[in-house]
């Protein structure tokens, strides 16, 4: 994430907070993310320099008309400012703001298979414990860890998985003096 959009989508979230409306415009600007980026073609014309920014704006208020307006301005000073491209950064620094003033910590779990549910709800209690933040967790699943599980919360990673010991245990060997 850059400078930029650190300072973007941290006013915009400092003005939702005080307006008592960050949930509603995290959850718009999710939405206006998802579907800038599942229409490539949109955001390259939203880029373009010759189209003139007056109409890029008029672009960016038509297509998500219906939004709240601090969004609808937001998106068109980001388009008025050739930051488009900055959209989903913005998003991460106004979800990472939420995150810190809600006392949630997001979690991904990696594994081989799909967690069944009283496993996950185990996982979510055992981190709820251990940090004393709300937990928001999302599951991926990859076959490649072989088995055991992948933690990423908060810039740190806790890798207890199949995949990673093989690894450790390939550097020992490697490493090894016969």
Known sequence: MTELAKRYGGSLYELAAEENLADELLQQLQTAV????????????????????????ALLAQAFEGAHPYLVNFLRLLGE????????????????????????????????????????EKLL???QTMTGKNIVLTETVDPSVIGGMRLDMGGTRLDGTVQRHLE?????????TL
């Not at 229409?39 to 007056?54: F, G, I």
């Not at 050739?82 to 779990?109: S, W």
């Not at 450790?168 to 090894?176: F, K, Q, T, V």
């Open 34 to 57: 998802d579907s800038i980026q599942a229409e490539p073609q949109y955001l390259r014309l939203l880029a373009t320099p010759s189209v003139p920014k007056k109409e890029r704006c």
């Open 81 to 120: 400012e050739d930051l488009i491209a900055e959209l989903p950064g913005c998003l991460r620094a106004f979800r990472d703001r939420y995150n810190a003033d809600h006392d949630i910590l997001e979690v991904t779990a990696v594994s081989a298979v799909a967690l069944t549910a009283p496993a996950r």
């Open 168 to 176: 450790r245990l390939r550097e020992e060997i490697d490493g090894a």
């Open 125 to 127: 209690a055992k981190l």
